[in-house]
């Protein structure tokens, strides 16, 4: 296209003025596109333009809404103004779906992108609006991940409007806020600031918004990669955003003054500002009497320390201390690496990477051939091997043991990131031995201790210590519901920002 | 250089400098190695040392087993000093030595008998042989002996002998826990002499040594623990009898339980008393440099065995029943003291380590002759049994008699 026809076109856009207009306007934006409808009709006495992307609603829909009413006019005409028309229509005719008037162009065609249809009436200077966004989702399903034994099987979907009405119907609070943004350059992806109002820190409702209209991606299609955007400068492996698939667990979060965020087409829902804490806690907890809730927290706890460390003190403890081993065991296991022909951090690094590349292949492959998985996971990589004397058998109950208790975490993000934390420490005690285990747990703890997430600090309420949020951290305290705010406020303008 | 990568860049070079500062070379793989469960010691030619050492074949010492060789080897070498001949081992023996799992120490008595502490030292010093390792003095056998004693349970032999003496200690008390931490004590304590258990061998040592032995029913050659070893400083003076280091013990409140056979008045039978909790109590003092010993022991024990009828449903039974059994212990407690008194003028019940506690300034004045003292002074002892229970039944088992 020339300049002079586009100056003319910017001039143009200003002002509605005739269906052939807007013909060309829209074929300048929207070019050839296929589900681009734009279709003469009569309204009343005067002739119309309805446009609308066919792919963004369906034609049931339409016909209901939109094309009957019109020709419903018809039948009671009457000499009046196209204005007038327009306004009679837009009260009269479309009185459950959101209709504005628009009176330039330069905006239709974002209107259109978003899913609303366009009715122009000749002679009336203004486009009517019409939302008729209608697209298919998947129906509520039960969550796929962290399932519950007892407690609401319903889990958020990709539809962003059905997410917000999981949350709102069960917190019943006029306090409820959803703050819609835009991220993503081209793709535009609706993502919605989730808070009670009145509880949430100011603070954190700022640092959110700022961040994300910093964002200057290009598209969004999971809250996963807002995560990214949500997360502090410094390099952590812990994730300082929680993210589930649960309504109640998001709901209990909102209720401790958090803020949730929903990213249109992910059935992952965001809460920040997230402590370590809230990684180990299943809604279950509160579902189920008070001791086992507390001894399966307290398990959580201890398999994560499990998953961090079993290997590496494996290695360091026969590599470098055997005196610690008692001698029976010491034995056994002796008489098992008899004949082993690697050094034992070798042999676990081998383990461990064989156990990742089984764990990846079962979560990429179809499901159809997920048996082999299972086949050639245990009988041939875990029995044939001790049995051909690669490894001994106390390895594989140490590999086995880190792998599970790396599943035991609620928050699934949160043990696969630990995961590669374990490399790490096995090399620091194939070469320090327990030094080196007892220095990555130092590096960890300062870490962690340093590590702020929307400037809550991530080890509250155990450092710093918080008397009240003690009820809901290591111990699930009897009585204790859900939603009582546990963190402590940390350093101003800590590593966060 | 920017910023950003400066401050993780310094990082990474102080973290890889401390590579070269530790590690490494102190790795030791399992599969190169063989652990050293058993040391025992005797003297060799020409004033040396002759270490026997027990080492481990692991995967004969399991459980689950291997081909039926021994689960052990021991092998013996001699050399100036303990430290010197360990390290030699490998004239002999194919993999590096794992100290740390030693599990029992055996000195000969020969050895014993010039004196403990240049064998100790090494020991006490190391850092890899821990406190808790089991001291024993072998007894009418060489040291060695008693490593090459398989054992048809599938234990390698100091590894039996550990549990055994722990049983032995537990259930009758003929032996003190002789632990290198206690051996250590011991000899830095004030007023108390040390004591070690003691082994000794029955059966033919050769045959025992061969894998076949332990496939009879009864094993040709055991390990026995023939009581306790006693010394004078570290030196070693000679041997009670297990009966005598049970009252010793006894006396030394280091008894968990015993079972006594108390005769009662017809002759030639017994009561069997299970002693289970026993509380003895010192009581010296010194006037004008004459020490008066009161040893008093109260006892609790129930009723395992009565050879005689004893009515024991009725309260005199029971009252009958302790008289006995406390004048038993006094008796025996009595005569063993005296026994000790005369054999070897040591005081290894620790009653000089009880006026070091409470009577430091009189004690003192006498430390340095302590052991003659107590060797002239006649301990008065004085035992109360008190029984509980008398098991299932009360009487023993009898027929009714038939009639009017």
Not at chain 1, 153 to 166: D, I, V
Not at chain 1, 351 to 361: D, K, L, S, Y
Not at chain 1, 368 to 397: H, Y
Not at chain 2, 18 to 46: K, S, V, Y
Request: hydrophobic share 40%; charged share 20%; aromatic share 8%.
């Amino acid at each position: 296209m020339t300049s002079d026809n586009q100056m003319k076109l910017e001039a143009d856009v200003r002002k509605v003025r005739s269906a052939d207009q807007i013909r060309t306007y829209l074929k300048h934006v929207f070019g050839d596109t296929n589900d681009l409808v734009v279709v003469s009709i009569r309204v009343g006495p005067y002739e119309g333009l309805l446009c609308y992307l066919s792919t963004m609603t369906s034609s049931d829909f339409m016909m209901n809404n939109i094309i009957r009413p019109i020709s419903l006019y018809r039948m009671e005409r009457e000499e009046k103004p196209a204005a007038e028309v327009v306004e009679e229509l837009r009260e009269q005719y479309f009185g459950g779906l959101t209709g504005e008037l628009l009176f330039g162009l330069d905006e239709l065609s974002n209107r259109l992108t978003v899913g609303n249809a366009a009715l122009f009436v000749h002679h009336a200077e203004a486009l009517l609006i019409l939302d008729v966004k209608s697209l298919n989702s998947r129906s509520v399903e039960e969550p796929s991940t962290q399932t519950v034994v007892r407690g609401p099987k319903e889990g958020f979907t990709e539809s962003a409007q059905t997410n917000m009405s999981l949350i709102r119907r069960r917190l019943l609070n006029d306090k409820l806020r959803f703050e819609r943004h835009t991220v993503g350059t081209q793709s535009g992806t609706s993502v919605y600031l989730v808070y009670i109002e009145g509880g949430i820190d100011a603070e954190v409702l700022r640092k959110a918004r700022a961040r994300l209209s910093r964002s200057k991606a290009a598209g969004l299609f999971d809250s996963g990669s807002l995560e990214e955007m949500l997360r502090p400068r410094t390099f952590s492996l812990f994730p300082t955003v929680y993210s589930s698939e649960r309504p109640d667990a998001i709901c209990a979060l909102l209720l401790e003054n958090k803020m949730a965020i929903i990213v249109d087409g992910s059935p992952f829902v965001l809460a920040v500002p997230a402590v370590m804490n809230d990684f180990f806690k299943s809604p279950e907890d509160h579902y189920q009497w008070f001791a086992f809730g507390t001894f399966s927290r307290l398990l959580r706890y201890v398999s994560f320390l499990f998953s961090l460390f079993i290997p590496s003190l494996y290695v360091a403890v026969s590599t470098y201390h055997q005196e610690l081993i008692p001698t029976v065991l010491l034995t056994n296991i002796a008489a098992q690496r008899e004949g082993v022909p690697f050094p034992a951090v070798i042999e676990i690094m081998l383990m461990e990477v064989t156990f990742e590349i089984i764990r990846e292949a079962g979560t990429r492959m179809p499901r159809v051939v997920g048996q082999a998985i299972s086949i050639v996971g245990a009988l041939v990589l875990g029995q044939a091997a001790v049995e051909a004397g690669i490894v001994s058998n106390i390895l594989v109950i140490v590999v086995a043991l880190t792998a599970i208790s790396g599943f035991v975490a609620p928050v699934y993000t949160f043990g696969t990131n630990v995961r590669l934390l374990k490399f790490g420490i096995i090399m620091l005690a194939s070469i320090f031995g327990l030094y080196g285990v007892i220095l990555s747990a130092s590096f960890l703890l300062i870490h962690l201790v340093r590590l702020e997430s929307f400037g809550y600090p991530y080890l509250s309420p155990f450092a710093p210590f918080i008397k009240t949020g003690q009820k809901d951290a290591f111990i699930r305290w009897p009585f204790s519901i859900p939603g009582k705010p546990s963190m402590g406020k940390g350093s101003e303008g800590g590593s966060d920002e | 250089m920017n910023k950003r990568i400066q401050r993780p860049l310094l990082m990474f070079l102080l973290l890889s400098l401390m590579g070269p500062i530790t590690g490494c070379w102190d790795l030791i793989e399992l599969n190169n190695t063989t652990l050293i469960t058993g040391i025992a010691m005797e003297p060799g030619h020409n004033g040396k040392i002759k270490l026997t050492l027990e080492t481990l074949n692991a995967s004969e010492a399991t459980q689950k087993g291997g081909k039926g060789t021994s689960p052990s080897v021991v092998q013996s070498i001699e050399g100036s000093t303990t430290a010197e001949a360990v390290n030699q081992l490998n004239q002999s023996i194919d993999r590096t030595m794992l100290i740390s799992h030693v599990g029992i120490i055996v000195f000969d008595e020969k050895l014993a008998r010039t004196g403990l502490s240049k064998y100790l030292d090494p020991l006490q010093r190391s850092r890899y042989i821990r406190e808790d390792v089991t001291i024993l003095i072998s007894h009418n056998t060489a040291a060695s002996n008693i490593l090459k004693v398989l054992y048809p349970r599938g234990e390698y032999s100091s590894l039996k002998i550990r549990e055994q003496v722990r049983s032995y200690e537990k259930g009758w008390g003929g032996i003190a826990a002789s632990r290198l931490f206690d051996l250590t004590q011991a000899l830095l304590v004030d007023g108390r002499e040390p004591m070690i258990g003691a082994v000794t061998l029955n059966g033919d040592p050769k045959r025992s040594e061969d894998t076949e032995s332990i496939k009879s029913l009864a094993p040709k050659a055991l390990v026995n623990l023939s009581g306790m070893a006693v010394f004078r400083g570290d030196k070693l003076l000679g041997f009670l009898t297990r009966d005598e280091s049970r009252m010793v013990i006894m006396a030394r409140n280091e008894l968990h339980g015993t079972t006594l056979s108390v005769p009662v008045e017809e002759q030639g039978k017994f009561a069997a008393i299970r002693l289970l909790r026993v509380r003895p109590k010192m009581q010296v003092t010194l006037d004008n440099g004459k020490p008066d010993i009161r040893l008093t022991v109260d006892g609790e024990g129930l009723i395992y065995s009565i050879e005689k009828k004893e009515h024991l449903g009725e309260v005199s039974g029971y009252l009958n029943l302790e008289k006995q059994a406390s004048d038993y212990v006094q008796q025996q407690l009595a005569a063993t003291i005296q026994s000790v008194q005369q054999k070897f003028g040591v005081d290894i019940f620790g009653f000089g380590e009880y006026m070091y506690r409470r009577h430091y300034k009189e004690y003192s004045l006498v430390a340095d002759e302590w052991n003659e003292l107590f060797a002239r002074t006649p301990v008065k002892v004085e035992a109360r049994i008190t029984l509980l229970r008398s098991e299932l039944k009360t009487d023993q088992l009898k027929k009714e008699e038939i009639g009017p």
